[in-house]
């Protein structure tokens, strides 16, 4: 038996992106989103609405960063998700957050966010919230690397959402090698 939910956006994982962007007069702004993914090899999609600061400051800017929430900092990657930068300007600050300007694309890094993706806007459908960005650079902070320059995940500490219980889960076990183990069963 299985138990039917309806028509609903549940799946797992649901990444925790935080999105940063600058405003206007150059105060950073963050927003979590849960919709949005990989959408080709260069390019990143988002369903955002119209009416967030950040959306808007997207719009004007033509950039912005995306950041892989973490355990470390889940209250403020929670936080800046309940709280509006329409109302509050300094959300980003109260979160605990610094901003360290990108070199890539007209936004800011969020320090203490270890693994961001640096993108360019490449179109917005207010209709359907849809928000497509090309992926300049991904980054990851050292601090989040082992002796090999490779991302550890032990450090990085990603989270996902879990729409189902409105959780937030920590990634970390491996499980198997991708693009090998499958191949035992050819």
């Known amino acids: ?6 028509p609903k956006p549940y799946t797992y994982p649901q990444p925790v992106f935080i999105i940063a962007t600058y405003g ?3 105060t950073p702004d ?6 949005g993914g990989i959408s080709e090899e260069n390019e990143l ?16 800017r033509k950039a912005f960063t995306v950041s892989m929430a973490d355990v470390a900092h889940m209250a403020a990657c929670d936080y800046v998700g309940i709280v509006s930068g329409n109302k509050d300007a300094d959300k980003f600050e109260k979160a605990g957050f610094h901003a360290v300007k990108s070199e890539f694309v007209d936004a800011p890094l969020i320090e203490e966010l270890f693994v961001a993706v ?5 179109s917005y459908e207010e209709k359907t919230c849809r928000l497509v960005g090309e992926i300049v650079n991904v980054c990851v902070d050292e601090r989040a690397l082992d002796e090999n320059g490779h991302v550890d995940l032990s450090k990085a500490r990603p989270i996902t959402f879990d729409p189902f219980n409105n959780t937030y889960v920590a990634l970390g076990e491996v ?5 090998h183990d499958g191949a035992a069963l050819k």
């Open 1 to 6: 038996m299985r138990k039917n939910f309806g």
């Open 24 to 26: 206007e007069d150059g």
């Open 30 to 35: 963050a927003m979590n989103a849960a919709w």
């Open 45 to 60: 999609s988002m369903c955002i609405s119209a009416n967030h600061k950040t959306t808007e400051n997207i719009l004007k």
């Open 118 to 122: 640096e993108c360019r806007l490449v």
């Open 175 to 179: 499980v198997g090698k991708a693009f």
